[in-house]
């Protein structure tokens, strides 16, 4: 009923069966499909938007099926791609070519705002696996430059921190406060500790290196103290033991096997 403008048509208009095929078909208030459509090559034009009111326990809201091996999806900003969806799940955010299943470019923030809230960034490996986090930082004289940080479960737990980049001949890992060292390792595996900039300990091929005193925790005055050529006992800030490269001086009292001197 009602009335219908077209430049052509063929087959049946208002039987139950059959195939009407239109060239070109306007609808200008609702239009009920009571079935399902088939478009090809359907593109929208003008449209402010697309809403899908799926409301179903079983059936997906939106399937998209991509036979061959271009994109599944892409959403663009104007001309910008801004999300892809390749043929292989992979989903890229800022990445037009996703190397990963989620490839984002060039920002990830993972933020609660909320009062005592928690965010999270849960990295899960199979027991006996390996959850790794790489930190690249571009290329460099052809190698990658990288930091990992690994969790191994293999038997014994184990942590390791690991920096894999060599740049100008240097492979250094360091802890640093304020932009000071606290704790740096070099690559013939010499292991510094810092304090307030300060080299206070060095562990190397040679031995445990200290620059000045090994103290005494809770008794400052108590420490052994290194100076050139020259080491000294100190218990109660008294030396009572000095020992030099041709002699060893007792500046105080000597008791012997254990008698009170």
């Avoid at 990830?108 to 990295?123: H, R, S």
């Avoid at 038997?155 to 606290?182: K, P, Y």
Wanted: proline letters at 3%; glycine letters at 12%; a negative charge.
């Amino acid at each position: 009923t009602g009335i219908l403008t077209a430049t052509g048509f063929s087959g049946p208009l208002s039987n139950a069966s059959g195939i009407s095929t239109f060239y070109d078909l306007r609808v200008t208030n609702n239009l009920t499909v009571e079935g399902s459509t088939t478009t090809l090559d359907t593109n929208l034009i003008g449209v402010d938007r697309v809403e899908v009111g799926a409301n179903s326990n079983s059936i997906v809201g939106v399937a998209v099926t991509q036979s061959g091996t271009a994109d599944l999806v892409r959403l663009y900003d104007g001309t910008s791609q801004v999300v892809t969806v390749d043929d292989e799940g992979r989903v890229g955010i800022g990445s037009a070519i996703p190397a990963a299943k989620l490839d984002v470019s060039p920002t990830i923030q993972v933020k609660n705002t909320a009062l005592n809230g928690v965010a999270n960034v849960d990295i899960n490996a199979a027991n006996g696996g390996q959850a790794r986090l790489n930190l690249y930082a571009g290329v460099s004289g052809g190698v990658a430059r990288a930091a990992r940080i690994d969790f191994h479960n293999q038997g014994v737990a184990q942590w390791m921190l690991i920096n894999d980049f060599s740049q100008n001949g240097t492979n250094q890992f360091s802890i640093r406060h304020d932009g000071e060292h606290a704790i740096s390792c070099m690559p013939d595996g010499t292991v510094s500790l810092y304090d307030d900039g300060d080299e206070s300990l060095r562990t190397d091929v040679a031995g445990i290196l200290v620059p000045e005193k090994v103290i005494h925790l809770g008794d400052t005055n108590t420490y052994l103290q290194f100076t050139d050529d020259v080491i000294n006992l100190t218990a109660g800030g008294t030396t009572g033991l000095s020992v030099q490269a041709a002699s060893v001086r007792v500046p105080t009292k000597l008791g012997i096997n254990g008698a009170a001197p």
